[in-house]
């Protein structure tokens, strides 16, 4: 085990810990509600960046910073600020259109894991692939800007899309990762109570983060 594993570890345990001890859990739900923007940012740019920087361990079999890491953990938390609206936009509307009788629900005790479900599923395939190519636009430009803002205005986007993998955005990252894992994943999210579902949504970023990072990084390894 090298030094960043343990390093890494123990960052991931300390969020653990505050999301398990009482005081902390209690603090976070409370300014999660007062501050659901500046808590789905916090949230997204600590665990998604952690997911990124491992997604470039597995594939480089080594801890590396990419160039900009400060402007990608702020894109991340931007993010995350913008999914607490589109989780309520998403919830509401489902929710509208199953009273309408547009998508069935069975009665009974699978209601709740239905509505989960079609929360989950037209939520993704709505609004995830355009999460996902927006994410990978802005990382291309910091790629080819070095990491650095001053020169991301001398980048054509031609650049950026002829660099992007489009094959495995859209078939990994969107053609298998939406059905396989993020509707599933999700479908447990929006089982949960309300109050609860802020805290899972940002261990996923964990893995959103893992995943983007290692559908990106596997083409340069």
Same mark, same amino acid.
């Given at each position: 085990?090298?030094?960043?594993?343990?390093?890494?570890?123990?960052?991931?345990?300390?969020?653990?810990?505050?999301?398990?001890?009482?005081?902390?859990?209690?603090?976070?739900?409370?300014?999660?509600?007062?501050?659901?923007?500046?808590?789905?940012?916090?949230?997204?740019? *600590?665990l998604?960046?952690?997911?990124?920087? #491992?997604?470039? &361990? +597995?594939?480089?079999k080594?801890?590396? $910073?990419?160039? %900009?890491m400060?402007?990608?953990?702020a894109?991340?938390?931007?993010?995350g600020?913008?999914?607490?609206?589109?989780?309520?936009?998403?919830?509401?509307?489902?929710?509208?259109?199953?009273?309408?009788g547009?998508?069935?629900?069975?009665?009974g005790?699978?209601?709740?894991?239905?509505t989960?479900?079609?929360?989950?599923?037209i939520?993704? *395939?709505?609004?995830?692939?355009?999460l996902? #190519?927006?994410? &990978? +636009?802005t990382?291309?430009y910091l790629? $080819?800007?070095? %990491?650095?803002?001053?020169?991301?205005?001398?980048?054509?986007?031609?650049?950026?899309?002829?660099?992007?993998?489009?094959?495995?955005?859209?078939?990994?990252?969107?053609?298998?990762?939406i059905?396989?894992?993020?509707?599933?994943?999700?479908?447990?999210?929006?089982?949960?109570?309300?109050?609860?579902?802020?805290?899972?949504?940002?261990s996923?970023s964990?893995?959103?983060?893992?995943? #983007?990072?290692?559908?990106?990084?596997?083409?340069?390894?």
């Amino acid at each position: 085990m090298k030094t960043g594993d343990l390093l890494w570890a123990l960052s991931l345990g300390a969020v653990a810990l505050l999301l398990v001890v009482p005081v902390t859990h209690d603090f976070i739900m409370i300014s999660t509600k007062n501050h659901p923007y500046i808590m789905g940012f916090i949230k997204f740019a *600590i665990l998604a960046t952690m997911g990124e920087l #491992l997604a470039i &361990r +597995i594939v480089s079999k080594d801890w590396k $910073l990419p160039p %900009g890491m400060e402007y990608r953990a702020a894109i991340w938390g931007l993010i995350g600020a913008g999914i607490v609206i589109v989780f309520g936009v998403f919830t509401t509307g489902v929710e509208s259109i199953i009273k309408q009788g547009l998508v069935p629900v069975p009665s009974g005790a699978l209601a709740g894991v239905v509505t989960a479900f079609w929360i989950s599923a037209i939520n993704n *395939i709505a609004f995830a692939p355009t999460l996902f #190519l927006m994410h &990978r +636009i802005t990382d291309t430009y910091l790629d $080819l800007a070095d %990491g650095k803002l001053g020169k991301i205005g001398s980048i054509r986007f031609a650049q950026v899309a002829q660099t992007i993998d489009w094959n495995g955005l859209v078939s990994f990252v969107m053609v298998r990762t939406i059905p396989f894992f993020w509707i599933p994943a999700h479908t447990i999210t929006f089982s949960l109570p309300p109050e609860y579902r802020v805290l899972f949504a940002a261990s996923l970023s964990l893995a959103l983060g893992c995943i #983007l990072g290692f559908a990106k990084s596997r083409k340069y390894h």
